[in-house]
């Protein structure tokens, strides 16, 4: 089982830019694949991007492809979410989730452990 620790989100304007950070614990952190997901209010959760073991294949959402980037540091089992350019609609509680890559890498059904989020919001 792995504990998962979410930090670094807050209140910045539309166009700035905000890293989110996830801290892990427990056994083979490096084995799991990572993804961050979001929720809105009175919206599903969200997937947003994914990191395979390795951190050499990363996936996004199309609405954060080429703003966001997901990266992580097996040395320090921290997990990382770069988000540039952010927009209003940004706004959600952010979770990091550890788990495998399946066929359908944005499920969230692949990722059996998750933090408590942290929110981001993004004022206009």
């Known amino acids: 089982q792995v504990q998962l620790v979410e930090s670094g989100g807050g209140l910045v304007q539309a166009g700035d830019s905000l890293r989110v950070s996830c801290a892990a614990s427990?056994?083979?952190?490096?084995?799991?694949?990572k993804a961050w997901f979001r929720q809105a209010p009175g919206k599903e959760r969200e997937f947003v991007a994914a990191?395979?073991?390795?951190?050499?294949?990363?996936y996004y959402a199309d609405s954060v492809k080429g703003r966001f980037i997901i990266s992580r540091d097996n040395a320090k089992n921290m997990v990382y979410l770069q988000m540039n350019s952010l927009k209003p609609e940004d706004t959600a509680v952010y979770y990091c989730?550890?788990?495998?890559?399946?066929?359908?890498?944005?499920?969230?059904?692949?990722?059996?452990?998750w933090g408590q989020g942290t929110q981001v919001t993004v004022s206009s």
């Open positions: 990191i395979s073991w390795s951190g050499s294949t990363t």
């Open positions: 427990g056994r083979s952190f490096s084995m799991y694949a």
């Open positions: 989730a550890a788990g495998v890559l399946g066929s359908v890498v944005g499920s969230a059904t692949n990722f059996g452990s």
